[in-house]
């Protein structure tokens, strides 16, 4: 038996690149991408294009372990890179195109980018960006995105330092082999993608996920999501955004119709859904936001699956999204980890519970997907916390979605995966009883006031319960006697008759949280500062809360009521 | 780059034994297991009684790389046993209780067994087998599974040379521990599973798979068929077939309800659908006409998907099945890659072809799953065949699923695991113009008769040792309820003093061989034709089998008495 291990047939490695040679032959006729008014592939096409692609950036010198970088909304161009680029045997860097020119020189240095392929939209940006590249350091060369369901434009001219590939994003793909055999990674081990974590800290790590984790999370991302054949799926979640969460390879796998839209507003959406008969789409809580906002009166014809991430839902825009015909699912992810990993699987049961009972539920972060080997939530000693649904502890995961490692960066790596095995999240979370974890704060954005660690996520939670409330972060403020007090930095919606007070405000939370949990202070804001990606900067605030200093000392009778 | 690599947390083994743990937290208080009137088990209790069995498994002795064999029809003794025996840390080793005594002893002697679970019908059996064991070759200790849902029966006398566990299966359960650590892999390339292709040759092949090659097969087989979550699906398949094809494993994936049986009758499957409300089941072909044959006359209230493999459906068949409620899938697999790895993914466009076309569309095996690397049709010098749906090659594979080999047969190993680094499956195809590929023949004269392989050399063999045969030739006949039957071409010796009869032949046969190997039909030929280097050519007599068509039918009580 010992004399039987692994051979060349069965350790083929592991990519999902091969499920679009497959999608060419099953789904060969049907819609793979439809774009605008006057773009409509076929995944036969698809397949076509994306070979050619490789093939002309085989041509260009890309070799192997290059990286390689995009910057583009969810467009049809965008798609079809997360199979080409690696198809040449690049290594895909999926980049935020929200970000400033500073970032974006900082990250494309840190890559060491052969070539970035840049949506018409992005080339000022880009040429900025490449413009702080200091003399002695390597540009990588531009290859332009055009679009023609823009409304004419003019490229701007370019400058002399910038390499501009003499050849347009779709002369590249005209050029190309129909024929050229795709470079397969040596091992599955090998790299396929590097993003860039968004930066809600200061200096961006970048993540390297191998060909392995990309083909396991493909698979367990469509079981866990119950994603049928053929299904209709709107891109609202950026396909840069930790590579949308194994979709675009994903949809190759079950020959889906991906709906590409740059335009990301509650009409378009709306027009797009109705349109194409969409079934399925991921969104960033701030997308679902924007669509729940939004006046529609008549509920959707059928029902669109939403899986989203980040925050938490609360229970007021589940109970809202399901009215109108969203059926939300909810998850954990990171970058560190190809999107979702952890998710809240519905169980039959909790069909009889209440609205709001469901909504609590459905809040939870939940259990890992079945693709991941263990998700634990431990205490400083590695110890498995109590299935209390109030001891909190640190996420940890072990499975084939771990990164591995962020890019030239020793330290950060062994941080986060640690000797013991596991790969630590700095998500502090607390377990229930059923085993379904819920997320209580990143490690950092924990408060500890008078030596209590608050949850500022709690806090926030009940806030969003104010129905004057449009957003709100609660952050830590130096105290000289609490050490920390909680900071609510609080937006309002639009056309309130009557603005609450901030002894309103603090009345509301103290009639559902304890007395230390109440915010000390109350900033009111017309927009809270958000990255790229729409999550909230709490960097920022903790910047600015923490300039605030001090408040005067509370009487001693109250320190003692509160303990 | 080239310093980031696989870490401990994300090489983590991938095994399906993680996806019970994850069973028990999500589908927890749901039904995995239901069993005649009165076994009706969660998901929490199976993973309970799953770490309790794997516990005493422990208890008794059992470690990593040990071999545990079980004999018995799919009961929920059965399944328990596909998680219980790996999680033990042991080789889980299925058998056919349809062999007789000396397949038997054949392979649980080259096994090298260490503990048997033995159905209580099939005690005899296997009492009978261990008997046959030469006296210097341990025998493997025996766990009888009694059943509370058979009628009254009386234990047989047990003989001293067995060792029998005093204890039985649920006396172990009962005994175990349900804390118990589960023993986990060490190497994702370490064996799960043993399987032996055929039961009843001299030299059987012990397929050997890896727990990676079981975990990828679990999901790309639920995406395949696209199974939702909580199936209620029902044990048709016999879960000794090649693993019952990853769906035990599967089903805690998605947390269905597995429905039990061991009868296979079709009123019987018909009562399970109705009562259950089914929606998936696998079945051979033999069994898809036991359903078809019996006279339904209501079509089903809800569809049933079917996924058959083996030899592809007659259009007949497949027109039938439809209009009772079938949903039919087909697929081409081998135990040599656990399970169905070519499936006939359905196009939308065939919706519109006419009811003889779509069954030619389904009858061919059709394209890779998305989770297998590559599949192709070769030519003898490796080179794929063209697309022409004419030219004939070999089926050959590369991916996860494919075996690490067979237990202490570098031979055979060699023959098929080829240094080119291709699996080559023995069986021969045409690749049609649209990359669907469908087989034609195989190349080992292998008969398939109800589902079950049997090899035409090894009852020629046993043809040979009658004293009165000079030659034998055996084929397929072709055979409307098993799909094919084994035909024997015999000539006999001359100057025989007696001639014997086609009965005395068959009962000859029965001695040696298992009921369904023995032919059916027996052909006396002065001369066998034959080649000028005097081969015998078997597809002249193939033609002639071909042309005398399907035997009688027998009565449809009898056909199910004989599964």
């Known amino acids: 038996m010992d004399q039987l291990t ?4 069965n350790s083929t490695p592991l990519t999902p690149l091969t499920f679009l040679d497959r999608a060419a032959i099953v789904y060969g006729d049907s819609t793979s991408i439809l774009y605008g008014d006057s773009i409509s592939y076929t995944w036969s096409q698809t397949h076509r294009r994306c070979l050619q692609l490789a093939s002309s950036l085989s041509s260009l010198g890309i070799r192997k372990g290059h990286v390689v970088s995009v910057l583009s909304p ?5 798609y079809e890179l997360q199979f080409a680029v690696p198809m040449s045997g690049a290594i895909l860097n999926n980049l935020n195109f929200r970000l400033d020119d500073k970032s974006l020189s900082v990250i494309l240095i840190h890559s060491e980018s052969k070539l970035i392929f840049v949506d018409i939209l992005s080339l000022s940006l880009t040429l900025n960006a490449l413009d702080l590249f200091p003399s002695n350091i390597q540009r990588p060369d531009l290859v332009l995105i055009e679009d ?6 003019q490229i701007p001219s370019l400058p002399k330092n910038v390499s501009v590939i003499n050849n347009t994003y779709e002369g590249l793909i005209t050029k190309g082999d129909p024929n050229f055999k795709w470079i397969r990674p040596d091992s599955e081990w090998d790299p396929i993608t590097l993003n860039y974590t968004s930066g809600t800290t200061s200096a961006p790590k970048g993540v390297v996920h191998c060909h392995r984790a990309a083909f396991v999370v493909s698979l367990d991302s469509l079981i866990d999501w119950s994603v049928p ?5 709107l891109w609202t979640l950026q396909m840069f955004h930790s590579n949308g969460w194994s979709y675009p390879w994903g949809m190759a796998v079950v020959g889906g119709t991906n709906i590409c839209t740059r335009k990301l507003d509650a009409p378009t959406i ?3 859904i109705e349109t194409h008969g969409v079934t399925h789409m991921c969104a960033a809580p701030v997308v679902l936001n924007i669509l729940l906002n939004y006046n529609k009166s008549e509920p959707l014809r059928n029902t669109v699956n939403v899986l989203t991430g980040g925050s938490s839902p609360p229970a007021a825009i589940l109970t809202r999204a399901e009215s109108l015909g969203f059926n939300v699912s909810h998850g ?15 169980k039959r049961g909790w069909d009889r519970l209440s609205a709001v009972e469901k909504a609590r539920m459905k809040a939870r972060q939940g259990v890992r997907k079945a693709g991941v080997a263990e998700v634990d939530v431990v205490g400083a000693n590695g110890e498995s916390v109590k299935h209390d649904g109030v001891t909190v502890g640190e996420i940890v995961v072990k499975g ?3 990164m591995l490692g962020y890019l030239k960066d020793e330290k950060a790596t062994a941080q986060c995966l640690r000797e013991n095995g596991w790969f630590y999240t700095g998500d502090v979370a607390v377990m229930h009883e059923d085993g379904y974890l819920e997320i209580k704060d990143r490690i950092k954005d924990v408060i500890i006031s008078g030596g209590e660690n608050l949850s500022s996520v709690e806090v926030e939670a009940v806030l969003y319960m104010h129905p004057a409330v449009k957003e709100a972060a609660v952050v830590a403020r130096p105290d000289e006697f609490w050490g920390e007090t909680p900071c609510a930095f609080v937006s309002l919606k639009d056309e309130l008759k009557e603005m609450p007070t901030e002894k309103e405000i603090k009345e509301f939370c103290g009639e559902k949280l304890p007395r230390f949990m109440i915010p000390k202070t109350i900033v009111f804001k017309d927009e809270l500062p958000k990255t790229s990606t729409g999550k909230i900067q ?3 605030l903790r910047k600015v809360a923490g300039e605030m200093g001090s408040l005067a000392l509370p009487p001693p009778q109250l320190l003692s009521s509160r303990i």
């Open 538 to 540: 709490k960097h920022v």
């Open 6 to 9: 692994k051979n060349k047939a």
């Open 332 to 346: 954990f992810g990171m970058t560190e980890l190809v999107g979702v990993t952890i998710s809240c699987a519905w």
């Open 400 to 402: 084939a979605c771990v």
């Open 229 to 233: 054949n053929q299904p209709v799926y």
């Open 148 to 153: 023609d369901t823009l409304a004419p434009y």
């Open 270 to 272: 709306y027009r797009l």
């Open 74 to 78: 969810s467009t049809p161009a965008m």
